[in-house]
């Protein structure tokens, strides 16, 4: 049997927590480009991102012992260390930034546009998705920016895999009406003049 990557995810972790260095190397070459991406796109200062990146891996070596593949996927677990960790910082800086830049969800746009009418629904977009709330925010990033399935949002968040799927979907079936009801109101704006 051939083992996908959870599954020897969950095995390098289970002999790193034994205290095999190499299994831990192998764990964090693979964790890393996830964990700093995530880090990155919250923490606009990148040497406090890298600060923040090296302290999720230290508390992830501490806690091997503690990580329940039952509970949760290797990679749904570090992401929870590092959103807390993410969480931690911006309370003790006191400073607010945006959530990821969600670009990507101008697929969700059907129709093709040209260059100014994207530009136009991205900064539409991007007010619309300020507007939700930020656990909401917080799932769409975790979704369209670091790639995370459902499950694995909601090891993070704290959310079954169920909840977290209704919540998206309503969510993004409220942008798409959003979006369509502004483009109906700016294609009567623009009619009437």
């Known amino acids: 049997m051939i083992l996908g990557w959870p599954d020897r995810w969950t095995r390098l972790a289970r002999r790193a927590a034994d205290g095999d260095a190499r299994a831990f190397t192998a764990l964090y070459r693979r964790l890393h480009p996830v964990v700093h991406g995530y880090v990155a796109r919250r923490i606009a200062i990148p040497s406090d991102a890298e600060d923040l990146v090296a302290r999720v891996f230290q508390r992830m070596l501490e806690h091997l012992r503690r990580?329940?593949?039952?509970?949760?996927s290797v990679?749904?677990?570090?992401?929870?260390?590092?959103?807390?960790?993410?969480?931690?910082?911006?309370?003790?800086r006191k400073q607010h930034t945006a959530?990821?830049?969600?670009?990507?969800?101008?697929?969700?746009?059907?129709?093709?546009?040209?260059?100014?009418?994207?530009?136009?629904?991205?900064?539409?977009?991007?007010g619309q998705v300020?507007?939700?709330?930020?656990?909401?925010?917080?799932?769409?990033a975790l979704?369209?920016?670091?790639?995370?399935?459902?499950?694995?949002i909601g090891e993070v968040c704290g959310a079954s895999?169920?909840?977290v799927k209704q919540r998206m979907a309503r969510?993004?079936?409220?942008?798409?009406?959003?979006?369509?009801?502004?483009?109906?109101?700016k294609g009567a704006a623009a009619h009437a003049i």
């Open 130 to 140: 300020a507007e939700l709330p930020v656990i909401t925010r917080e799932m769409i």
């Open 171 to 185: 969510a993004l079936r409220e942008l798409r009406e959003r979006l369509a009801n502004k483009a109906t109101e």
């Open 143 to 152: 979704h369209f920016a670091d790639g995370l399935s459902y499950r694995e």
């Open 161 to 163: 895999e169920a909840a």
């Open 75 to 92: 990679r749904g677990w570090v992401l929870g260390i590092a959103r807390n960790a993410v969480i931690d910082h911006l309370r003790t």
């Open 67 to 72: 990580f329940d593949p039952a509970r949760a």
């Open 99 to 126: 959530l990821d830049e969600v670009a990507e969800l101008v697929l969700l746009c059907d129709a093709p546009l040209l260059p100014d009418e994207a530009d136009e629904r991205v900064v539409a977009l991007r």
